[in-house]
């Protein structure tokens, strides 16, 4: 990674295998995780260094407001991978790459997040913004409305904001239930 995102990039990858260095069962689902671009993948690399247990997961069963679907054939889909991260007054699950069935077709969401406080469930999604892939804002608040979930976009040049992971978490602690 730090080939492709610089030397605080490849430094955060070996703090990552310090911490998980005797977790194989870790690595194997991590390194199974899909991404679209390097920079997905250095913020998932960012989420991991706040050791929250890695996990496959059935979001259906943990209150996700959105139908699930494999990304290829538009099937439901139930198992996903992701980061079960506790809290003080709840729960947050971060999964990378989600498909989801929409009134405007198959979209696959960079990160979907659950928070879970109180009995209550809120799905949000978070997008990484590169703007080669991104560039057309019209487009993207169309997609935003078609997901029907609270969307935060982070531009791929913030990730060596020192910050970020906590400032995500936060929005997605500070969504409202539905």
Same mark, same amino acid.
């Given at each position: @990674? /730090?080939?492709?995102?610089?030397?605080?990039?490849?430094?955060?990858?070996?703090?990552?295998?310090?911490?998980?260095?005797?977790?194989?069962?870790?690595?194997?689902?991590?390194?199974? &995780?899909?991404?679209? $671009?390097?920079?997905?993948?250095?913020?998932?690399?960012?989420?991991? &260094?706040?050791?929250?247990?890695?996990?496959?997961?059935?979001?259906?069963?943990?209150?996700?407001?959105?139908?699930? =679907?494999?990304?290829?054939?538009?099937?439901?889909?139930?198992?996903?991978?992701?980061? =079960?991260? *506790?809290?003080?007054?709840?729960?947050? =699950?971060?999964? +990378?790459?989600?498909?989801?069935?929409? $009134? /405007?077709?198959?979209?696959?969401?960079?990160?979907?997040? @659950?928070?879970?406080?109180?009995?209550?469930?809120?799905?949000?999604?978070?997008?990484?913004?590169?703007?080669?892939?991104?560039?057309? +804002?019209?487009?993207?608040?169309?997609?935003?409305? /078609?997901?029907?979930? *609270?969307?935060?976009?982070?531009?791929?040049?913030?990730?060596?904001?020192?910050?970020?992971?906590?400032?995500?978490?936060?929005?997605?602690?500070?969504? *409202?239930?539905?």
């Amino acid at each position: @990674m /730090a080939l492709h995102l610089g030397e605080s990039a490849g430094a955060e990858v070996l703090e990552l295998e310090r911490l998980r260095q005797k977790d194989e069962s870790f690595w194997r689902q991590f390194n199974s &995780l899909r991404f679209d $671009s390097w920079s997905e993948k250095r913020l998932l690399v960012r989420v991991g &260094l706040l050791g929250g247990q890695l996990l496959g997961l059935r979001l259906d069963r943990l209150g996700c407001s959105l139908p699930l =679907v494999d990304g290829t054939t538009g099937e439901t889909c139930v198992l996903h991978r992701g980061y =079960v991260l *506790p809290g003080k007054d709840g729960s947050l =699950v971060w999964c +990378p790459q989600v498909a989801v069935a929409t $009134s /405007a077709g198959v979209l696959c969401v960079d990160n979907l997040l @659950m928070v879970s406080s109180r009995g209550q469930s809120v799905t949000v999604a978070v997008e990484v913004d590169g703007a080669e892939f991104h560039g057309d +804002p019209q487009q993207q608040r169309a997609r935003d409305r /078609a997901l029907g979930i *609270p969307v935060l976009h982070v531009d791929a040049g913030e990730l060596d904001k020192p910050g970020l992971v906590t400032r995500i978490l936060q929005w997605a602690w500070d969504q *409202p239930a539905a």
